[in-house]
């Protein structure tokens, strides 16, 4: 029995997975409170419906599904990040062992690291933390707050910190009188500043802030990975 607990306001939500009676092979499990007439059974390899299911019943097995799947991200960054921080010599052959693509991985723990376990919405989806995962801790939390508030989709979030991006002051001219901070150029090809360029905007973020966000991230797992 597999248990999912997701900690919220209204207090823990508990999921279970039953194993059926006479399960098929790949180890079925059946979406817990339904009537054994009318269980959703979840394989390796897909989900057993029966016949006649009630649509009350098809619904209520799809938000649990999409609340395991959820969860699985976090799950996953969570168990990536403590990996890395307890078996720095060791966690890749954990998830080699494991059949997991490290790249995803990685985006789940990095998403993991920007927000603490206390910080995360249980009324948002990963997806909402993931938009806001290159953004400063004062502005996360209060998109956070917004999201909930207004009941925002991914879609709209990203669309709100656009707009938001838009119609922010620009920032005022250097004074003359104090030294400016050395900066450095580096040529990049038109063609994949344009690249950078949809992919800050896909997550509403400042073009300058995207490229900081992800090139200190890159920097951090690297230097996370040799042991710096």
Request: glycine share 8%.
């Amino acid at each position: 029995m597999v248990t999912n607990r997701n900690g919220g306001p209204e207090g823990d939500q508990t999921v279970r997975f039953r194993r059926s009676p006479h399960p098929a092979p790949g180890q079925n499990r059946a979406i817990a409170g339904e009537p054994r007439r009318s269980r959703v059974l979840t394989t390796n390899v897909g989900l057993q419906i029966p016949a006649g299911l009630a649509f009350e019943e098809w619904e209520r097995a799809g938000r649990q599904l999409s609340g395991i799947v959820n969860s699985s991200s976090w799950w996953l960054g969570d168990w990536l990040v403590y990996g890395k921080d307890h078996y720095s010599d060791r966690y890749e052959r954990g998830i080699r062992a494991a059949g997991l693509q490290y790249q995803t991985l990685r985006n789940y723990a990095w998403v993991s690291r920007r927000f603490d376990v206390v910080r995360r919405r249980a009324g948002l989806s990963f997806q909402h933390h993931a938009e806001l995962a290159p953004l400063p801790v004062e502005e996360q939390d209060v998109w956070l707050d917004r999201a909930e508030q207004q009941g925002w989709t991914t879609k709209q979030l990203r669309g709100a910190i656009r707009l938001a991006r838009e119609d922010a002051p620009r920032d005022p001219a250097p004074d003359p009188e104090q030294p400016a901070e050395p900066t450095r150029r580096l040529a990049v090809p038109d063609s994949r500043l344009q690249w950078w360029h949809k992919a800050a905007e896909q997550t509403g973020t400042d073009f300058e802030q995207w490229v900081l966000a992800t090139l200190d991230n890159a920097a951090e797992q690297v230097l996370e990975e040799a042991g710096a």
